[in-house]
C-alpha cells in the first residue's frame, strides 16, 4: 500500500553528533534498567504524560478511562499545554534532566535530537516483547522519524502532511471547479472569486500566528513549491531568491486580501474554528484536520468538503510531512508503565476503539496501513485516500535545489526552533505592516546568516 521512502532523516542515521540543542542545556546521564515504580502499596504507579492541546489527543484523553480500566495498575496524569508553550517546557525540562513527565508528546523534529542527547528511552525490547503491537504496519514514512541509529524512541499516535479543502457546495454555486492539481495561482484567482465579505467568508484561511509551527509552517511548502529553500549547500541563506521571494509574496496575497480577520495571529485552531463554521472556502493545512472537518459534534460543514492536493507550483514535491508521537523520557522510573500507555494508544486496537466509540471520521490517521483496509473508515473520512497519498508521496529530504539540510515543514536542524521562530515573527509581522516579500526576505536571510555556521558545524559533525 506504501512505497519505500529514503529516511527522511539520513543525516542523522549516519552517526552524526547532534550536540545540544542550545548552549545552555545540559546532558542527561544514562538511567538504570527500565523500572516502574508504584506510588503506594496498592501497586498503582502513576505517570506523568505531557501531551498537546490538538484534536488527537483531546481524543487520547477522553478515552483514558478505557486505558485504566485495561490497565488497573496504571494510573495517567496529564499536563495539556498549546504546542509552542509544550516544546518550550519539554525541552527546557528534558536538557536540564528535570522533566517531571514520564511521556512526552513530540513530533520528527525533536525525536531524532532528543534521542540522540540521551534525553528519550529506546522502546526496542518492549516492541521484541509485545509482536502484538505490530511495529511492522507503522507506515514506513512515518517510521522513519521515529529511530536513531537503528534504535525507536517512539510510537505515532497520528501522522499528517499537506492538503487544500474546499468547499464542494461553494464551489458548485459558484460555478468554479478544484482542479485535480491545484497550483498555487490557482488558488490565488478561485479565493478571489469565492470570497464574500458580506457574509464573512474569506477566501482562504492560512496559519499565520508569529511561531515556526504556524506562519513559516504554511510558508515552507509554498517555498519549495516555488522552487526556493532557506540554504545553499555552502550555507549561503538563500530566502532572497527570486523563487523564494515569489512564495513569501504569494504568501502575503493571500492572507492580505482573501484570508480570514486576524490572520497574523492565527494558528491551526483558529483556522479549524473559521473553516469549520463557514467563514473560510479554503484551508490549506494538515491532512489530519479532515477528522475534525468531518466531525458533526464542531462541524458545520462535514459532508459538504473536497480535499486536494497540497498546491504545486514549479516544484511537485512541497507537501508537510509531521507526526504525533509518544515518547519515553530516559528520566522516567516508571518505564513499563509507560510503554503501556505507548503500546495501548499507538495499537490497532486503539484505532478501532476510537472509531467505535467516538466516529471512524476521528481514527488516528497515516499512522497505520491497515487503518486504510478498515471500511468504516474509509467510508465515514473522505479525505482518508488524500491523506494516505500524500504522507506516501511525502520525502523531506528532496528540495528543488540540493541542499545542506532536510525538511519541507521544518528545517532538521538543532537550532531551527529559534532561527525558525525568528523568521515566524517576521513573516508574521509583515501580513499587516505591508511589507513586501523582499523586505521579509532580506530580514530572514540576516536572521539565518547567524545560525550559518552553527547549522554547518552540526551538519558536518564538528
Known sequence: MTKSHPAPLRRWRTGAVIGSIAASTLAISGCTASTSTPDSSNGVTTITVATAAVPQFDDIRELTSNFE?????????YVNLPEDQLRDQLTQGVATGSSPFDVVSIGPLEVPLWAQNGWLAPIDSYLADDPDFDDADIIPAVASGLTLNDQQYGVPISAEASMLMYRKDLF???GLTMPEKPTWADVAELAEQIQDPSQDLAGICLRGDASWGASVAALNPMINAFGGVWYDEDWAPQLSSAESVAAIDAYLNLQRN?????ASTAGFPECLTAFTQGNAAM???ATSAGASVENPEISSVGGKVGY????????????????WNLSITETSEKKDAAWKYLSYFGSKDYVKLVGEELGWERAPSATRASTYDVPEYMEAAPFAQTSLDMVDLADPTQHPVETPYDGILFLLLPSYQDFGTQVAKEVSAAITSGASGAEVAAAADAILTRFAEDNREWADGE
Open 69 to 77: 480500566e485495561a490497565n488497573p495498575d496504571v494510573k495517567v496524569e
Open 172 to 174: 458548485d454555486a459558484a
Open 258 to 262: 482573501f484570508g480570514i480577520p486576524g
Open 283 to 285: 484551508w490549506f493545512d
Open 308 to 323: 486536494a492536493p497540497a498546491p504545486v507550483e514549479s516544484w511537485d514535491g512541497n507537501g508537510w510531512l509531521w507526526s
